[in-house]
């Protein structure tokens, strides 16, 4: 047995995978030989959906047969709808969508067929499913109406318009759609290994999904674009953006929305795409505030740590500019991440090994139980 152990993991490779690759050298995420900031601003979600699903980037036909299947898979059953119901008002929307998909794999009938053609199938119904769980789940939370898809938009103009229940402006479509292109995929985050590690005991899709679901949750992985738009609305202006953020750090506190394990004290090429999209958007709508006040932060945790932004600093202003609930940021990446975690686990039924790593143990040794007196055996004896 190897005795070599990394707290966290760090740096050690855990898979083997032909999807993506963090090269932190080159400032390039790799996705299927392509640069995923070259297809950010040259193709759209669903061209990424093919690339990541079949491997190759699709031509017109292709495009639109994937528009269609996703088009037909849309709609929630009744029961799912139901269950989302039942929750208390309080459910975080991330809990929220991790009943929902949990519930939903119940009424997919290739549920436990792992073939990769059964897992592509589930894996487009998921792209069509999920954003209307998120959709759904805010408004029967929060007990408005439900926006129902409207199948004359695109598959992203669609889901913006059931979170903000506003068809959305060319631009606007565009800036969410780069967004969820930077969302969709990311080599092996907590959440991706989380779902190889499920998947690797051929469990199946939705179950991996619904565990990478709780893995997002937390701030320190996704959960860290909603806390973003916390320490924002917290600052409020501009010039209070440098005391805030030297308040936290001398009390300790993590900045979210800074910092990265791989990246560590490099830039999230994700980050500078949505910066530069916060921009356009802010100049757009008349509404500057939220980019200087992220500029200034990025210029003090520069200063003070070293530590640049990563992809969820610039999304939260973005999403919060584009109207979205800010309960629904972190649903709205998964939604996005659905892609590429179906992708991983497609490829680790496909050629798979358990997972099953060993620990270094430190606890105590050759401990024995007190030994108890046998009440019965000795009134027996007794007895006798
Ligand atoms: C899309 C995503 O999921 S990206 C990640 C989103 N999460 C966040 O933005 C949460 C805030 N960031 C963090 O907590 C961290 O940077 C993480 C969890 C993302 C990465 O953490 P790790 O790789 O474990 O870095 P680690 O904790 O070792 O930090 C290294 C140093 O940087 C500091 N540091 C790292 N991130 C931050 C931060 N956001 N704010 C303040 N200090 C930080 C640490 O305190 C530590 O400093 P020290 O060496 O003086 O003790
Ligand atoms: O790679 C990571 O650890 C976290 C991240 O940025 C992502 O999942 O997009």
């Known amino acids: 047995m190897s005795d070599l152990y990394l707290p966290g993991l760090e740096n050690i490779v855990a898979s083997e995978t032909s999807i993506s690759y963090l090269d932190v050298e080159k400032e390039e995420i790799v996705i299927r030989g392509y640069d995923l900031m070259e297809l950010a601003v040259q193709v759209t979600f669903l061209d990424v959906a093919v690339l990541l699903l079949d491997g190759i980037l699709p031509d017109g036909g292709a495009r639109a047969a994937l528009q269609a299947s996703i088009i037909s898979a849309y709609g929630l059953p009744q029961n799912v709808r139901a269950i989302l119901h039942l929750l208390p008002e309080h459910t975080d929307a991330m809990d929220v969508l991790r009943t929902g998909i949990s519930a939903l794999a119940s009424f ?3 549920l ?4 990769p053609a059964a897992n592509r199938r589930k894996a487009i119904r998921l792209l069509a499913k999920v954003p209307q769980i998120v959709a759904y789940g805010h408004r029967a ?3 408005q109406p439900f926006i ?10 669609n889901f913006l318009y059931m979170l903000t229940g506003k068809v959305p402006s060319p631009l606007e479509e565009s800036i969410f759609d780069q967004s969820l292109i930077v969302y969709s995929e990311h080599e092996m985050p907590n959440s991706t290994f989380t779902a190889r590690v499920i998947a690797s005991t051929q469990s199946d899709l939705y179950g991996a999904l619904v565990g990478a679901v709780s893995s997002l949750k937390g701030t320190l992985h996704g ?3 909603e806390a973003v738009m916390a320490m924002l609305l917290e600052a409020g202006s501009e010039e209070a953006m440098e005391p805030l953020i030297l308040s936290k750090l001398a009390k300790r506190e993590r900045i979210m929305g800074f910092g990265h394990r791989v990246y560590m004290k490099r830039p999230d090429p994700r980050a500078l795409l949505m910066k530069d999209a916060l921009a356009l958007l802010a100049a757009h709508l008349n509404q500057p505030d939220l980019y200087h006040m992220c500029v200034r932060g990025e210029e003090v945790m520069r200063r003070e740590k070293g530590l640049h932004p990563n992809l969820d600093y610039y999304a939260a202003p973005v999403y919060y500019l584009l109207g979205i609930p800010i309960s629904l940021f972190t649903p709205v990446f998964l939604a996005a991440r659905t892609l590429g975690i179906s992708a991983h686990v497609m490829e680790q039924h496909a050629n798979n090994r358990l997972f099953r790593p060993r620990v270094r143990y430190t606890g ?3 401990l024995h139980p007190p030994v108890v007196e046998d009440d019965l055996g000795s009134e027996e004896e007794e007895e006798g």
């Open 223 to 225: 959960g860290a674009n």
């Open 364 to 366: 105590p040794r050759d």
């Open 112 to 115: 436990d067929d792992r073939s």
């Open 148 to 157: 129902e898809p409207d199948r004359s938009l695109s598959y992203t103009a």
């Open 141 to 143: 939370l929060t007990k």
């Open 108 to 110: 997919d009938e290739e």
